[in-house]
């Protein structure tokens, strides 16, 4: 087996049909066939489907495929992890979920080149449901995570308080404080499972304990987050601080006095997580992610 048969299989993946793929790869439909065959042969397993749709991957061709992906994310990194070895350093690649403060997470940095000062951190952008994955594909070392991971070393390592975010015309904006009474009939927007996994079952069984209807819209936010709350006419948006001044910075962000139905407060948690065994400079890196202040404002 060589590289080039993964490619092959990788690319007949994605576009669903051999013709698609051949396109692709600049090569003939029946030469493809050929070494897909010849690598299902190798491999002794069907790894497609033949349907009048297309190719489907089997369950075998399902984990080569996720399997794929780990070996091709491996490829990419060779360059950066020659270059940061040949001057003497170490890589740590580091999960950063949305919803982490910029401001804390540069007192990190800083307090990590005092350290790590051997340490280059690798930065991969990815939800907490795709922090796991990864982590479990050894695809990075530390993931930080919105939820606690039940497989995975962990430690709390940031609490950041939940509020609401209102627009500028907004009544709710004068209060000091917004309950979830505030919020009965309002149009709100919150984070979507996969970002923070809990937080939706929670937010539900709350607003329901306290006797209000409220008509929720389950969102991952991200820098179009205001003109989705605009065409959807959201009237508030339960947010971090820091959540909102980047993605609604127009608006006001104002403390959510309110806990969940087992009486915990609606904060955001964040995680470091790692595969065990962890090594010594995992350590010392959660060590400085719990040690590193935040003061929102």
């Given at each position: 087996?060589?590289?080039?048969?993964?490619?092959?299989?990788?690319?007949?993946?994605?576009?669903?049909?051999?013709?698609?793929?051949?396109?692709?790869?600049?090569?003939?439909?029946?030469?493809?066939?050929?070494?897909?065959?010849?690598?299902?042969?190798?491999?002794?397993?069907?790894?497609?489907?033949?349907?009048?749709?297309?190719?489907?991957?089997?369950?075998?061709?399902?984990?080569?495929?996720?399997?794929?992906?780990?070996?091709?994310?491996?490829?990419?990194?060779?360059?950066?992890?020659?270059?940061?070895?040949?001057?003497?350093?170490?890589?740590?690649?580091?999960?950063?979920?949305?919803?982490?403060?910029h401001e804390w997470f540069l007192a990190v940095i800083a307090a990590l080149e005092a350290s790590l000062p051997h340490v280059a951190l690798s930065l991969v952008e990815a939800s907490s449901d795709e922090q796991?994955?990864?982590?479990?594909?050894?695809?990075?070392?530390?993931?930080?995570?919105?939820?606690?991971?039940?497989?995975?070393?962990?430690?709390?390592?940031?609490?950041?308080?939940?509020?609401?975010?209102?627009?500028?015309?907004?009544?709710?904006?004068?209060?000091?404080?917004?309950?979830?009474?505030?919020?009965?009939?309002?149009?709100?927007?919150?984070?979507?499972?996969?970002?923070?996994?809990?937080?939706?079952?929670?937010?539900?069984?709350?607003?329901?304990?306290?006797?209000?209807?409220?008509?929720?819209?389950?969102?991952?936010?991200?820098?179009?987050?205001?003109?989705?709350?605009?065409?959807?006419?959201?009237?508030?948006?339960l947010m971090t601080e820091a959540s909102a001044r980047r993605n609604l910075s127009g608006w006001r962000w104002v403390p959510f006095m309110e806990r969940d139905a087992t009486g915990r407060d609606l904060a955001?948690?964040?995680?470091?997580?790692?595969?065990?065994?962890?090594?010594?400079?995992?350590?010392?890196?959660?060590?400085?992610?719990?040690?590193?202040?935040?003061?929102?404002?």
């Amino acid at each position: 087996m060589e590289l080039r048969h993964l490619t092959y299989f990788a690319r007949v993946a994605e576009a669903g049909s051999v013709s698609g793929a051949a396109a692709m790869l600049h090569m003939t439909q029946p030469s493809l066939s050929r070494q897909i065959a010849d690598l299902e042969r190798e491999l002794g397993h069907r790894l497609f489907e033949r349907t009048a749709d297309g190719m489907v991957l089997t369950a075998a061709g399902r984990g080569l495929h996720e399997h794929v992906a780990v070996v091709f994310a491996q490829l990419e990194r060779i360059p950066e992890v020659v270059r940061t070895f040949g001057a003497g350093q170490e890589i740590v690649r580091l999960g950063l979920p949305p919803g982490v403060p910029h401001e804390w997470f540069l007192a990190v940095i800083a307090a990590l080149e005092a350290s790590l000062p051997h340490v280059a951190l690798s930065l991969v952008e990815a939800s907490s449901d795709e922090q796991q994955n990864l982590l479990r594909n050894g695809l990075i070392d530390v993931g930080l995570l919105h939820v606690q991971p039940p497989d995975l070393g962990c430690a709390p390592v940031l609490t950041q308080e939940l509020g609401v975010a209102v627009p500028p015309d907004s009544p709710l904006g004068d209060r000091p404080s917004i309950r979830f009474a505030d919020l009965d009939g309002r149009r709100v927007m919150a984070h979507a499972s996969g970002e923070i996994t809990s937080e939706e079952a929670r937010l539900r069984s709350a607003s329901a304990a306290a006797g209000v209807h409220t008509h929720w819209m389950f969102r991952r936010f991200s820098v179009h987050s205001e003109l989705i709350a605009v065409s959807s006419k959201v009237e508030a948006a339960l947010m971090t601080e820091a959540s909102a001044r980047r993605n609604l910075s127009g608006w006001r962000w104002v403390p959510f006095m309110e806990r969940d139905a087992t009486g915990r407060d609606l904060a955001v948690v964040t995680w470091a997580a790692w595969r065990p065994p962890a090594r010594a400079t995992t350590t010392t890196l959660v060590q400085v992610l719990g040690a590193t202040p935040w003061s929102p404002g």
